[in-house]
């Protein structure tokens, strides 16, 4: 299966405010993990779903894990461009720092 221009999902826990405008954005986006539509949910090691036809669930999911450090990004809705940067740890997804906004 080839997951060639995709991308996965990210959910940040607590939700991240934007630092411009503080407008709440629910779409992050990045290209650093598999790329295969997976939502990622931080506090959790492995993606909590896919999102596409045919998804993978269960032991399939629990095959895929974040790197050491991966970026994600997005745009609030007053076009504010954000780029986050998270780090796992034990492939746990911790925390996050911003780095553009």
Known sequence: M???GMFD???PV???KCVSCEAVPADWQGKTGPNALLVWRQGHRHPVRQCADDALAGADLARFVLPERFRFYTTCENG???LFEGRTSDGVWIDHVCLMA
């Open 2 to 4: 080839s997951y060639l």
């Open 9 to 11: 999902w990210y959910e």
């Open 14 to 16: 607590p939700l991240i």
């Open 80 to 82: 504010h461009e954000l």
